[in-house]
Structure formats: structure tokens, C-alpha cells
């Protein structure tokens, strides 16, 4: 009888305003972005085992510590950590009997959300298989959970909130949708992976040791967000990228850019000709966001090529979860 399997694949994301300031409560706004990771499960008996197909690992047989880490893996950090959020997925439903397999498009440690579209597209893909019938919304508040278990960091719901519901979510305590148009943007990645959880730590260090300072920061940072929700829903570009501007000039305010982030910020909007550019998500490496003069994606990508930066077109508001049930 032929194997059937089950797919899920979501989404990863990018921040475009308010990282960091909405740790401490202020509004930020992110968008689904066309990049997925793609997770699908088929029936193995007396077996469990989760493979990284673009990761070059397999891991069988392993055990689940009491934290969701994987016991016994020796390979990458890379494949161990997208291993780790699986792994997560797998104790929290109590699965076995499957091999669950993995594969992403969305580069690692760089603010994309490689990690929430993993452990959401798992989590969606592992508990249809096992015929659970869980909503999006469950999907996504337990994502978000089994996430910062794994990271154990302080993290927002932003990531899993993008990768279950797509579109765009705007975070303020927790995630509600925004009905925006898609917007032509380009992100730019620096070869510097970057660490969320030490950033955030680092910039809430900062925030207890200037609280004078940085909470006017993180003020201002949330009236750029609440400012670009009309100039998305106008299309007033100009505009949007004069608060993409702003909203970065304070992110290297609080230490969260890096010399090479700076440099593809400078390339996209000189050579580039964007209208705006910042960096997304963390900061302290990772990737850049900038917005296009329309029609002026490629101007934008050469630019970035050119300051050995690498470079994708990106359309906002992509679709977010799907699961795909029967596969044979
Ligand atoms: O994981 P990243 O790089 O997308 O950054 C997350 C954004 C922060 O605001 C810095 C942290 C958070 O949980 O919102």
C-alpha cells in the first residue's frame, strides 16, 4: 500500500517596523514574505525520525531532553537548532511512528523567521498526520510557545503569528491582523548569522541602565509604526521610506547595527535608488529590508550585489500556513 503522507509549509517574514521596541511594549508591524519551509510527514512503524533534507542530516533514534533539546546530535549548529524546534514539535504532541521531514528556503539566523515557519509548518504537518485537528489560531498560539521554549528567550508572538496567519500582523502585547496591500521590496543578508536572544538581552540591559533615554527611544520607534500603517494602505512610498529611515537611525541609537548591515542600508538607497532601507528583525548581522523606487527591484538587487551583500525580491503580505493532506 503506498505511503500517505501529510505537508504543511509556511512562511518566513520580515520585520518592517519596530523591532526591539515592541519587546518593551510598543507596536511593530511585520509581513509574511514568499520564502517557506516545507515539512512533510509519513508513517514510520517503530521508528521516529527527523531529516534536514537541505541541511544534509538525519536524525534517528534520538531522545528529547526535558528542555525540547535533542540529545546526541552531532552535526551543524544549523541543522541541531532546526532539529531542536522539530524535536519541540514532536514532545509537545507526543508523536512517534513517523519520519518527519524538513526543508527550507529561508536562510538561518537572520530575522527571516527560518524558525517559527519550521516549527509551525511542523507543528501543522506532525498533528494533521496524527489526526489532530488543530485551528490556525491553536497552531499558532502553541508555535509561539514551543518556540520560546526552545530559545528560551523572551520573544514576541510576531514570528509564528506571520508564519501561521501570513498577510501581515501588527504586535502590541500580542498579534492582530492588518488588511494592507503587498508592497515590492528587496531584502539584503549580510554572511553575519545574528543571535536574537543576546541582542535582545543587550538592548534591554541597555533600556534598565538609560531608562531616560531609551524609553523616549522606544516612543518614538512606535509612533514611525503607528505612522506607516496609513502610508502602506495609501501606497505613499515616499513617505514609507522616510519612516524606514527614521525607524534605523534609532535601531544604530541602541547598538543594532553592524558596520556591513550599514553598508547594504547605504548601497540600496544610493546606488539602489530605494526610497527607504533599515535592517530587519535583531540586528547585530542578519538582513536588511529596503524599499524600491517602483519598478526599481533590480537597481536595488545590482547595488547590494555590489557591496558583496546577497540579495532576493520580496512581495509582502504572502500566504501563511498550508497543509496539504493524503499526499501519495
Ligand atoms: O528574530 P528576529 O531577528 O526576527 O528579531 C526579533 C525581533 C525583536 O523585536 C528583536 C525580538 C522580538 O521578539 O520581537
Given at each position: 500500500m503506498p505511503c500517505v503522507k501529510t505537508r504543511a509549509s509556511a512562511p518566513g517574514k520580515i520585520i518592517l517596523f519596530g523591532e526591539h521596541a515592541v519587546v518593551s511594549g510598543t507596536p511593530a508591524i511585520g509581513s509574511a514574505v514568499g520564502l517557506r519551509a516545507r515539512v512533510t510527514v509519513e508513517d514510520l512503524p517503530g521508528r521516529l525520525e527527523i531529516a534536514l533534507r537541505d541541511m544534509g542530516l538525519t536524525?534517528?533514534?534520538?531522545?528529547?531532553?526535558?528542555?525540547?533539546?535533542?540529545?546526541?546530535?552531532?552535526?551543524?549548529?544549523?541543522?541541531?537548532?532546526?532539529?531542536?524546534?522539530?524535536?519541540?514539535?514532536?514532545?509537545?504532541?507526543?508523536?512517534r511512528d513517523i519520519r518527519v521531514i524538513v526543508e527550507s528556503e529561508i536562510p538561518v539566523a537572520s530575522g527571516l523567521g527560518s524558525s517559527a515557519a519550521i516549527v509551525v509548518a511542523a507543528l501543522a504537518a506532525v498533528s494533521s498526520h496524527m489526526g489532530l485537528d488543530l485551528s490556525v489560531n491553536q497552531v499558532a498560539a502553541q508555535a509561539h510557545g514551543i518556540e520560546k521554549m526552545?530559545?528560551?528567550?523572551?520573544?514576541?508572538?510576531?514570528?509564528?503569528?506571520?508564519?501561521?496567519?501570513?498577510?501581515?500582523?501588527?504586535?502590541?502585547?500580542?498579534?492582530?491582523?492588518?488588511?494592507?496591500?503587498?508592497?515590492?521590496?528587496?531584502?539584503?543578508?549580510?554572511?553575519?548569522?545574528?543571535?536574537?536572544?543576546?541582542?535582545?538581552?543587550?538592548?534591554q540591559e541597555l533600556r534598565s541602565a538609560y531608562p531616560e533615554v531609551i524609553g523616549p527611544i522606544f516612543q518614538a520607534v512606535g509612533e514611525?509604526?503607528?505612522?506607516?500603517?496609513?502610508?502602506?494602505?495609501?501606497?505613499?512610498?515616499?513617505?514609507?521610506?522616510?519612516?524606514?529611515?527614521?525607524?534605523?537611525?534609532?535601531?544604530?541609537?541602541?547598538?543594532?547595527?553592524?558596520?556591513?548591515?550599514?553598508?547594504?542600508?547605504?548601497?540600496?538607497?544610493?546606488?539602489?535608488?530605494?526610497?527607504?532601507?533599515?535592517?530587519?528583525?535583531?540586528?547585530?548581522?542578519?538582513?536588511?529590508?529596503?524599499?524600491?523606487?517602483?519598478?526599481?527591484?533590480?537597481?536595488?538587487?545590482?547595488?547590494?550585489?555590489q557591496s558583496r551583500g546577497s540579495g532576493f525580491p520580496v512581495k509582502t503580505g504572502a500566504e501563511g500556513l498550508i497543509v496539504e493532506t493524503g499526499i501519495r
Open positions: 536524525v534517528t533514534g534520538f531522545s528529547v531532553g526535558p528542555n525540547g533539546e535533542v540529545i546526541s546530535l552531532g552535526s551543524s549548529e544549523e541543522a541541531a537548532r532546526a532539529a531542536r524546534y522539530v524535536a519541540g514539535v514532536v514532545r509537545e504532541l507526543d508523536a526552545v530559545q528560551q528567550g523572551l520573544g514576541s508572538p510576531m514570528d509564528t503569528a506571520l508564519s501561521a496567519f501570513g498577510g501581515y500582523q501588527m504586535v502590541c502585547g500580542g498579534a492582530s491582523p492588518l488588511e494592507l496591500p503587498a508592497i515590492e521590496m528587496v531584502v539584503g543578508c549580510t554572511s553575519r548569522p545574528h543571535d536574537t536572544r543576546s541582542e535582545v538581552a543587550r538592548v514611525i509604526t503607528r505612522r506607516a500603517i496609513p502610508c502602506i494602505r495609501d501606497g505613499s512610498l515616499m513617505e514609507l521610506g522616510t519612516l524606514m529611515n527614521m525607524n534605523q537611525g534609532l535601531l544604530e541609537s541602541i547598538g543594532a547595527g553592524t558596520r556591513e548591515l550599514s553598508e547594504l542600508i547605504y548601497a540600496a538607497r544610493g546606488a539602489g535608488g530605494a526610497l527607504g532601507a533599515k535592517l530587519t528583525g535583531a540586528g547585530g548581522g542578519g538582513c536588511m529590508i529596503a524599499l524600491p523606487e517602483p519598478g526599481r527591484q533590480r537597481d536595488v538587487l545590482i547595488a547590494l550585489a
